[in-house]
Nanobody, 120 residues
Framework: QVQLVESGGRLVQAGDSLRLSCAAS????????MGWFRQAPGKDREFVAS????????DYRDSVKGRFTISRDNVKNTLSLQMNSLKPEETALYYC?????????????WGQGTQVTVSS
């Protein structure tokens, strides 16, 4: 079955950088678009970024444009999210998910998430 396993989350200070990873298995990774989402306590899950099948097209929520970069390695079946200049309000559980087609309308499978905590 499809498994998405996020990693890389930890406690950082405001302004720091962090790189999240998502290891995918049980699917033909290069055939699916991928996305990152996050959910803070008491808030709805929100879209962060998405990337197409081959990594040539991506999309971001406005608040992270210029600071976050989504990328993928279709040989290693991994998805990454480079986050720079992190803000305390970006403390959340970060999830990866797969989708078809691109741009995604609906995401199919979700990981368990990795916690990012940004202290002020």
């Amino acid at each position: 079955q499809v498994q998405l396993v996020e990693s890389g989350g930890r406690l950082v200070q405001a302004g720091d950088s962090l790189r999240l990873s998502c290891a995918a298995s049980g699917l033909t990774f290069m055939s699916y678009a991928m996305g990152w989402f996050r959910q803070a306590p008491g808030k709805d899950r929100e879209f962060v970024a998405s990337i197409n099948f081959v990594g040539t097209n991506s999309d971001y929520r406005d608040s992270v444009k210029g600071r976050f970069t989504i990328s993928r390695d279709n040989v290693k079946n991994t998805l990454s999210l480079q986050m720079n200049s992190l803000k305390p309000e970006e403390t959340a559980l970060y999830y990866c998910a797969d989708a078809f087609p691109y741009p995604p309308k609906e995401y199919r499978h979700w990981g368990q998430g990795t916690q990012v905590t940004v202290s002020s």
